[in-house]
């Protein structure tokens, strides 16, 4: 089948240390987005890729990284500079931006918290 | 400015309708999402609408008024397993990116 696959589903961070959110998509989807879930708050996008090699920010980029060196795969690392990053991380994919309709789907999510 | 507005919160019996109402402001409008959310999950499609008017999918039903920078979502014959979060979300083509809303919980009693 295919889908949208997060992993870890839970993840602890410890001061000062890097961690990376993985995400794969085996729907051969163009574009792929990474939005922050906080309680009582929309999804934010922090990142979004429409094609490999190619990444923008989104409106809460700061103390995130991204990288997509392949079509299937867009890892997320939180950093140490991002200071308030107990969150629900949630990944998602497109046939394309979404301006034709073409609607985004989501993984699982990983559950980010600090220890 | 961009903005979308929808209730934090609805309660609702099994069997009943419910319409979950949300409202925007944004820049270059493109078309409306709505998703269903369960707790801790993934957020799943249910509608999408560009033009005015009603789409209907099952017991799902979505509306939109471009007009009015309005949308609902009615929910007919509600079951317990539709309590979940709603969220609308808007296509933006002033910003390129969809906006999504708080979302709504909905609370299904017996």
């Known amino acids: 089948d295919g889908g949208i696959t997060q992993s870890p589903k839970y993840l602890f961070r410890k001061e000062g240390q890097n961690v990376t959110l993985s995400c794969e998509q085996n729907?051969?989807?163009?574009?792929m987005y990474w939005y922050r879930q906080d309680p009582g708050q929309g999804l934010r996008l922090i990142y979004y890729?429409?094609?490999?090699?190619?990444?923008q920010k989104g409106d809460i980029a700061e103390g995130y990284s991204v990288s997509r060196e392949k079509k299937e795969s867009f890892p997320l690392t939180v950093t140490s500079a991002q200071k308030n990053p107990t969150a629900f991380y949630l990944c998602a994919s497109s046939t394309g931006t979404g301006a034709g309709g073409q609607p985004q789907h989501f993984g699982d999510g990983t559950r980010l918290s600090i220890l | 400015g961009q903005n979308i507005d929808q209730p934090t919160e609805m309660t609702a019996t099994e069997g009943a309708i419910v319409q979950i109402n949300c409202t925007y402001q944004t820049s270059g409008f493109n078309g409306l999402f709505w998703y269903q959310q369960h707790a801790g999950e993934a957020p799943t499609f249910l509608s999408y609408n560009v033009l005015d008017g009603l789409e209907e999918k099952g017991r799902f039903s979505s509306f939109l008024s471009r007009s009015k920078g309005y949308s609902y979502l009615l929910l007919k014959e509600l079951q317990m397993k539709d309590s979940a979060s709603y969220l609308c979300?808007?296509?933006?083509?002033?910003?390129?990116?969809?906006?999504f809303g708080a979302g709504t919980r909905l609370a299904v009693h017996p």
């Open positions: 890729s429409q094609i490999v090699n190619d990444f």
């Open positions: 979300a808007v296509y933006s083509g002033g910003y390129n990116k969809l906006i």
């Open positions: 729907l051969n989807h163009d574009a």
